[in-house]
């Protein structure tokens, strides 16, 4: 029995009758230069399912796909091969039941915080009454009462994350596509991101993909823990289900005896595939 086999064994999935996200044997190819008829498959037949309400991290070495993956969940990327479903129906376009925050700042320098959070609102067509109702409270849960007024300058980097899930969560989103939000941030405001995220998903369950470079974190986030081969041609290699109990508070867990197996289980999986990784970075 493979390494895949004996792990997809040992996930026990809820019983749902239509998964959140289901990726349908995906393949993404692009163009691997200017020029050059030669593609680049970034993904190659790779099915995941997201159940709904289920937090989900993926893991795997640098350049393995995983941004391309978000991408095509958020209807930014349409896949060669393949399909993607969202609750049960095939997605064409932008996926409007996503929520989308990204690794890089994407706050509007010229916007207050309380500007910021009402964008998205305000392009729905929400009257500026209510965006700014629904904003205020937002910033609250988040946090920031009194900072409305501030300037994404005028904030630390983890008071502009917190405007930036305010912003994202506003909308509502069914799904939840997170993309190494907290890679740039110091350990110790990483650590209360990480608890504030798990509290407000906690509050209403949505499902989430949650892209990490950080086992740790991976592990101590999530229900479910998918690890990605090495690029080119990046498929899911392994999957476990982290059972560890909730609420939790990201640095308690840590210290958890079935955290440190888990984290030797799958970095087990995962070592191979950060080499070869690191080696092919090294030969481009």
């Known amino acids: ?65 995983k941004s391309t993956l978000l991408n095509v969940a958020a209807g930014l990327l349409f896949p060669t091969e393949g399909t993607v479903e969202i609750y049960g129906k095939p997605l064409h376009g932008v996926n409007s039941d996503a929520g989308y925050m990204f690794q890089a700042e994407s706050l509007m320098a010229w916007r207050s915080a309380l500007q910021n959070v009402m964008v998205g609102l305000e392009y729905r067509g929400v009257s500026s009454y209510d965006a700014r109702e629904q904003a205020m409270a937002w910033l609250k849960k988040v946090g920031l009462a009194g900072f409305e007024d501030r300037y994404p300058h005028q904030l630390s980097g983890g008071m502009r994350k917190r405007v930036s899930l ?49 086992l740790e974190e991976a592990i101590s986030m999530s229900d479910r823990v998918v690890v990605l081969s090495a690029g080119p041609g990046t498929h899911p290699i392994a999957e476990f289900k982290i059972d560890l109990p909730r609420p939790r508070d990201v640095s308690e867990i ?25 080696a092919q970075s090294k030969r481009g």
């Open 1 to 65: 029995m493979g390494i895949m086999e004996k792990n997809m064994m040992t996930v026990a999935r809820p019983v749902e009758s239509v998964p959140a996200v289901a990726f349908n044997s995906v393949t993404c190819r692009f163009a691997s230069s200017k020029g050059s008829a030669k593609l680049y498959t970034a993904v190659e037949n790779t099915s995941i399912e997201v159940l709904d309400g289920e937090f989900v991290s993926v893991v795997g070495p640098t350049g393995c796909g």
């Open 166 to 214: 305010a912003q994202m969560l506003v909308l509502d989103p069914k799904l939840v596509l997170l993309d190494e939000p907290f890679s740039a941030l110091d350990a110790q405001t990483r650590v209360l991101m990480e608890n504030e995220l798990l509290a407000l998903w906690a509050a209403n369950r949505k499902s989430v993909i949650f892209i990490t470079h950080d």
């Open 254 to 278: 840590r210290h958890d005896k079935r955290f440190a197996n888990l984290h030797r289980e799958i970095w087990d999986v995962m070592k191979e595939e950060v080499l070869k990784g690191y």
